[in-house]
């Protein structure tokens, strides 16, 4: 819960909105992904937030393009982070690619906004800026953290502990699939991407009962 309160945050600043008025179309929208395929949670997002927030469907969504980048930007440092224990030059070099992505993100608002054909009235977003984008990505960062954190404590509560890098890891892969327009969580998906982390990083352990579990 805490994660996807930080998620509200990014948000409500991304869009210089109050939080309190996106509390219940993101809980909705996050909802809805779970349940249903993937990406319908999103479009419910992009429209309620911009009613809520007074501004076009397609400035919305430049902004949550733009959260969306830091989201796998983040992805991609836990990634790197559970890639340094098998191989740090990879681990360093994934991490740093992804940061450089989502500066390049920030920079380049002004050319892939244009693709989404704001209405003329609209002022085309303006970039962050390096300090206020790295930021964004340090709250995404926490955000998934957070939940790496609480993989890593059920590990341990149903007696397969794992490694902070395999849970890591298995955060960034089962965030990552759960882009994919599969209802139910990624059922199927998830406990494969999981599944073939944890026999990589942690060989051994019992995998099934975690995933199972993390997955409910």
Not at 65 to 81: E, M, N
Not at 146 to 156: K, N, P, T
């Amino acid at each position: 819960m805490a994660a996807i309160g930080l998620q509200v945050l990014r948000t409500s600043r991304l869009l210089r909105c109050p939080t309190k008025p996106l509390m219940q179309p993101a809980l909705m929208a996050h909802g809805m992904n779970i349940w249903l395929p993937s990406m319908l949670g999103d479009l419910f997002e992009v429209w309620a937030i911009a009613r809520i927030s007074g501004t076009s469907k397609r400035h919305t969504l430049v902004w949550l393009g733009h959260r969306f980048s830091g989201t796998l930007a983040a992805l991609g440092i836990l990634a790197a982070v559970a890639l340094t224990t098998l191989s740090p030059s990879v681990g360093v070099s994934l991490g740093a690619i992804a940061v450089v992505s989502y500066l390049l993100v920030d920079q380049t608002m002004a050319h892939w906004g244009r693709w989404l054909r704001l209405p003329s009235d609209e002022a085309l977003p303006q970039p962050l800026g390096p300090a206020s984008t790295l930021g964004h990505l340090g709250l995404a960062v926490i955000q998934h953290s957070i939940e790496a954190a609480g993989i890593f404590v059920l590990a341990i509560a149903v007696g397969n502990p794992i490694s902070p890098a395999a849970t890591a890891g298995m955060v960034s892969i089962i965030e990552t699939l759960t882009y994919l327009p599969i209802p139910l969580g990624g059922a199927g998906a998830n406990h494969w991407g999981a599944s073939t982390v944890l026999d990589t990083l942690s060989s051994g352990s019992q995998t099934a009962t975690l995933v199972a579990t993390a997955h409910a």
